[in-house]
């Protein structure tokens, strides 16, 4: 059995900082490459960033590039997400998933959440004005 945890979330004012750290248990951590999503009230789940399983290759979405920056520990089997610069629209529930080992490391997978076998709880983020 594969769980998740998220922690980090919090309150925090526009253009402030967050740090989110994700641990997994229950399986080899390195099997697996990591993404981060969010959830925003009333929208759909969207993809923020993901990261291979060795950290070389990492992917953004537009939104956050340049303010949000993944992360991992193999040591500590945790992945993070170092979120500066936020602005309102940030907030959201936020989530860290585990990428299926079977598939080819493309930015099709790391993007698409139906990819992921393994999901967190979330933790929630809030930017105030």
């Known amino acids: 059995q594969v769980q998740l945890m998220e922690s980090g979330g919090g309150v925090v004012r526009a253009g402030g900082s967050l740090s989110l750290s994700c641990a997994i248990s229950g399986r080899t951590f390195t099997t697996y490459a990591m993404g981060w999503f969010r959830q925003a009230p009333g929208k759909e789940r969207e993809f923020v960033a993901a990261?291979?399983?060795?950290?070389?290759?990492?992917h953004y979405a537009e939104s956050i590039k340049g303010r949000f920056t993944i992360s991992r520990d193999n040591a500590k089997n945790t992945v993070y997400l170092q979120m500066n610069s936020l602005k309102p629209e940030d907030t959201a529930v936020y989530y860290c998933a585990a990428l299926s080992p079977t598939l080819p490391l493309t930015v099709r997978t790391m993007t698409n959440e139906h990819e992921y076998l393994y999901w967190g709880q979330g933790t929630q983020v809030t930017v105030s004005s």
């Open positions: 990261i291979s399983w060795n950290g070389d290759t990492t």
